[in-house]
């Protein structure tokens, strides 16, 4: 797949998209001749909303500051950030990865299959959903890749009652449509079978963040399946009433995993991560939508228009990942200071881990996008 030059396509600081819209059965799915996401004037009422904001000397758009907006991604363009290379020392002595001195955007070009990304329904019709990703990009999920078994009984069921608008999911990116060297459409798989791919028993952790299908219930419990071989997953039927809706079999729901059976196979989950983890984890098993303890490592300003300005953490062990300036949004840090700083302890959610050796990791520190529950 070819790779985006360097420098190229350097563009002006974005909009933010939307929770969502529907279509209805008839509806369309939003353009597929192009990454970003049109705004929509709809927003779903629970989620934070903000006016778009343009970079300073450009002039804003004529009644942008009409529009309600949703922050899942509110962003700007940024220097290139290189993982992997050699070390160097900050003026404190530490080492860092060379070269990350800036943080910028995760753009089209830098997906690869396999990309684990956050997505936010936005639009959807009986053969299809369309996705908000990170960065203001765009997504679509084909009805063959929303279930495990499209051809099943479940598989049947109507996709604009399992996914109403602004539903927030793990996507897997599976394909990346090229014209003219450009990539103009994003494929998404939401099967738990490849989010949740290299999981195993004796690999998952207290508080993991996955998705999952409802397979069935028993008594008291509603059954469900990771998509990995041997490994099911169990969560209380009082938990459910939480829900606006009780999931049907086929639904995909997420869930916090709390305790593993690894001889029977069996995971005790929950329908709420509000737990960040610390333990260490290999890179292979980083998933998006896992809650972590982060620790900040650098602050970068960026320019005199904030270009480039963001975080540079480790989390769980030795791994590393980057905060892009607006998912800083308005967090605070977890020892009560105002103002993130250098060393400070933060909870932060995967935002989107692309693949690579080592992988790279956007991360958020959004409240709305922390505080995420099964919808």
């Known amino acids: 797949m070819p790779k985006r030059k360097a420098g190229a396509d350097v563009d002006d600081e974005e909009e933010p998209f939307q929770r969502g819209r529907t279509s209805g059965a008839g509806g369309t799915s939003g353009a597929t001749d192009g990454g970003s996401a049109e705004p929509d004037a709809e927003v779903d009422a629970h989620l934070p909303t903000a006016a778009s904001k343009k970079r300073a000397g450009k002039k804003q758009k004529k009644g942008a500051a009409d529009e309600a907006w949703f922050t899942f991604l509110d962003v700007c363009p940024g220097e290139a950030v290189k993982f992997g290379s050699p070390l160097l020392e900050d003026e404190d002595g530490e080492a860092l990865p060379q070269e990350i001195r800036s943080v910028r955007r995760l753009r089209q070009g830098d997906l690869e299959i396999g990309s684990v990304v956050l997505a936010a329904v936005r639009d959807v019709n009986e053969e299809e959903l369309t996705l908000n990703l990170p960065f203001n990009l765009l997504g679509y999920a084909l009805r063959a890749q929303v279930f495990e078994d499209a051809s099943s009984e479940a598989g049947r069921q109507s996709l604009l009652e399992l996914f109403p608008p602004g539903m927030l999911l793990v996507a897997v990116i599976t394909s990346v449509m090229e014209k003219d060297g450009k990539k103009i459409r994003v494929e998404v798989s939401l099967r738990p079978s490849l989010a949740n791919a290299g999981l195993t028993a004796e690999k998952l952790v207290p508080q993991m963040w996955l998705p999952a299908t409802v397979s069935g219930d028993e008594e008291h419990v509603v059954k469900l399946d990771f998509g990995v071989e041997k490994l099911r997953g169990l969560v209380k039927k009082s938990e459910l009433s939480k829900l606006a809706s009780r999931p049907s079999p086929g639904s995909i729901i997420m869930v916090a995993v709390q305790a593993v059976n690894v001889a029977a196979g069996t995971v005790r989950c929950s329908l709420a991560s509000s737990e960040p983890m610390s333990h260490a984890l290999e890179p292979s098993l980083l998933k998006a939508g896992l809650l972590v303890s982060a620790r900040v490592k650098k602050v970068f300003s960026g320019d005199e228009?904030?270009?480039?300005?963001?975080?540079?953490?480790?989390?769980?062990?030795?791994?590393?990942?980057?905060?892009?300036?607006?998912?800083?949004?308005?967090?605070?840090?977890?020892?009560?200071?105002?103002?993130?700083?250098?060393?400070?302890?933060?909870?932060?959610?995967?935002?989107?881990?692309?693949?690579?050796?080592?992988?790279?990791?956007?991360?958020?520190?959004?409240?709305?996008?922390?505080?995420?529950?099964?919808?």
């Open 305 to 375: 228009n904030k270009v480039g300005a963001g975080l540079l953490t480790n989390f769980c062990g030795s791994l590393t990942g980057v905060v892009h300036l607006h998912h800083q949004g308005s967090a605070v840090a977890r020892d009560g200071a105002a103002e993130v700083k250098k060393n400070q302890l933060v909870a932060a959610r995967i935002l989107a881990v692309v693949p690579g050796t080592p992988p790279v990791v956007h991360l958020t520190l959004l409240p709305h996008l922390l505080d995420w529950s099964a919808q």
